[in-house]
């Protein structure tokens, strides 16, 4: 026999030889030696508090992973507001007043992708998310200012520089009306509820109002209700797509202590129309349902069901404001067809619990204070089950969103 010969049949034992090891080998162990090559992409990030401060980190993958630890993440820093639209992630900088375009590849790695500074607009510090119409038509929102900046995300240029009519109050700190959550209509429109952070607590408004942009026209209109006072900046969102204005703290607070008499209640809800009206033909006080002392806030909005924070009718509001926020709150279930009340205790053991984003139409939450000390992101099944989906290791999860 031929040495040649004689080689290429060693040649062939030893690749049978290795086959059959990695045959027997787990199929855990063959992904782990494999490189990512992932369709999909879930991106997410944790805030972790250091020494230092808060910083922040992101991360990819190809499903929600049973754990999100903040060492196998990209640090984005110290000021970091993450956002995503189609297959990139989006994080402003308001300390250097950029925003800073991702990619994730098939290997779900995340990558610098652009970066595009705001600084000779003047936006700087924290604000809310930018508002995307498409692939290249977006807005920054100032509207204390009367300022809307309109950009392009693909070629990440600034596009020009909107006057608009400013938000009354937006500049006036007795008051400090602000927004900080859009909804994108189908047609262009962008609708904001407007919040109130008074300082001076005798002048909360007594009004709702919504603050609508067309974005064909440029124009942008204030559209008020008096059947409750202002409420948040962000939405109470129903799982069936509809939007709700919602009672404010920073409102039931400022009530707690002022002087002011006759005024609408703080503790409503009002349903948001697509064409930036409010439904005229809904509103309830959930104040009155519950006969609670003051209602905080309004978590969501499941099968017409609001999960609701309220404080109790006997609650008696610490002497000092500041103390306020501290003060034990109850959840609890409203129907608002039919005005049923049930008891919430679904959240206990989570401690404060928030929403941090939408997976294929899912809402997720994330918690801090725990009991177990863990941090969780919270996947939502119903009005009141709630399955524990990851754990997030170093710190809270902020965000959450499917890229593709």
Known sequence: M??????????????????????SCTDDTVDDLLPPDSKTAIVASLRVNTPG???????????????????NMVELGSSASIYSYGENPFVWNGKSSTLTKYTVNNKLEIKVSDILSFASTGLSGGFGPPAFISETQAYFFALAEGKIIAFNPQTMKIVETINVTPLVHGNNASINTGVWESWVTADGKIIFPVAAYPKDLDAFPQYAQLAVFNSVTKAITYVEDARMCMGYDTYAKGNNGSYYYRPSRQTARAEDYSTVAGHPTTGGILKVNEDGTFDPNFFVDLKNVLNAHS???????HDDKALVQYMEASFVPPLSPSDWYSAPAKFALVNLNTKEVEEFSSFEQYGTVYNIGKIDGVAYYGNLGASSNKFNVLKQNGAKNFEVVSEAIGGSCGFISRLR
């Open 2 to 23: 031929k040495r040649n010969t004689v080689f290429t049949m060693y040649l062939s034992m030893l690749l049978i030889i290795l086959i059959g090891g990695l045959s």
């Open 295 to 301: 209602v905080n806030s309004v978590v969501y909005v």
């Open 53 to 71: 401060g808060r910083v922040y980190y992101l991360g990819a993958y190809a499903n929600v992973p049973a754990k999100m630890d903040f060492k």
